[in-house]
């Protein structure tokens, strides 16, 4: 396999390289579909553009449009590697989007953001966005992949995560800081037993998405606040749905009847579903018991974890 040296990936770069996996890929294209109401149904993709343009609206990074049930479907995507986000964004893509529907173009869509992880977690404009598939991901599927095309890709975004520059990664959100800090104060008062490793002295935190350590190498739990979920991920264990399903099945007989089981990247995660509690807004106008109800999901996945670890001792290693 040729090693590919890129100099300066920029975003048109990666929407060309997007844009084509698209077309010719309907594994890539199904980590999008897989967050939206059509996972499960036979699609074609039958358009693809970039830098698609609107009179007064602004500029649509990657279109894709494909045929669901004989409907036409669109999906608006943003491209973003540390670029700033511009103002309002986010309402344009959702302006745009109606205007092809108004046009006849798809019947439906839906707004995604696509861009590292990173990015997604500490710029509030990228946190607007309802669907979000990260660079990491599309590098974890890629390297999936033993055909030569697939692996030029991953050394592309793998080169392109390479040049993202910390001082365009965040942009300070103060309510969001103040909320975080706010939240881990509330754990720490009254949910004590919880090992929440966040960083909650910087302003860098800046509304991440609280981790929990479970004390079991290679597991941790995310609260995804912007998702409106938490996970306990297990690394590298993507290839073992299956067996977790029969787990997950075991659960849900054992009382345990809110756990969903979900692929992340190379990972599998164990997930509860939680009350919608962003960061980006102010602690005091959030509801006290749908915090406790986020806190209680975290709580019941960390007892759950020693369990875990038997399962994944006999599976995984």
């Given at each position: 396999m040729a090693i590919c040296k890129y100099r300066n990936v920029s975003e048109r770069d990666m929407d060309l390289l997007f844009m084509e996996a698209f077309a010719t890929d309907p594994e890539f294209m199904k980590l999008f579909l897989q967050q939206t109401e059509h996972k499960e149904k036979p699609f074609e993709v039958i358009h693809a553009e970039r830098s698609k343009i609107d009179a007064g609206l602004g500029e649509t990074d990657i279109t894709v449009?494909?045929?669901?049930?004989?409907i036409k479907y669109g999906l608006l995507i943003e491209?973003?590697?540390?670029a700033v986000a511009m103002p309002e964004q986010h309402g344009r893509y959702i302006k745009r989007g109606h205007k092809g529907v108004e046009?006849?173009?798809?019947?439906?869509?839906?707004?995604?953001?696509?861009?590292?992880?990173?990015?997604?977690?500490?710029?509030e404009e990228a946190g607007k966005y309802e669907h979000f598939v990260s660079y990491e991901a599309c590098r974890s599927y890629f390297a999936s992949r033993e055909d030569p095309l697939g692996q030029l890709w991953y050394q592309q975004i793998s080169q392109a995560l390479d040049t993202?520059?910390?001082e365009y990664k965040v942009d300070i959100n103060?309510?969001?800081?103040?909320s975080f800090q706010k939240y881990a104060a509330y754990q720490k008062a009254y949910y004590p037993r919880l090992r929440l490793q966040n960083n909650t002295d910087s302003k860098k935190v800046n509304g991440w998405w609280p981790s929990y350590k479970v004390g079991v190498h290679g597991m941790y739990i995310l609260h995804k606040t912007d998702r409106n979920c938490?996970?306990?991920?297990?690394n590298g264990a993507a290839d073992k749905l299956d067996e977790l399903s029969i787990v997950l099945k075991w659960l849900h007989e054992s009382g345990h009847t809110s756990l969903m089981l979900e692929k992340t990247g190379k990972s599998a995660a164990?997930?509860?579903?939680?009350?919608d509690i962003k960061m980006s807004r102010p602690f005091e106008t959030w509801k006290k018991s749908d915090l406790d109800i986020c806190f209680e999901a975290i709580q019941e996945l960390a007892d759950l974890a020693g369990m875990f670890a038997i399962i994944n001792s006999v599976m995984f290693r």
């Open positions: 449009i494909c045929e669901i049930e004989g491209d973003k590697i540390d046009n006849s173009e798809y019947a439906d869509f839906d707004i995604f953001i696509i861009c590292p992880e990173r990015y997604r977690q500490t710029n993202v520059k910390p103060e309510i969001a800081v103040d938490v996970d306990l991920t297990i164990f997930r509860i579903g939680t009350p």
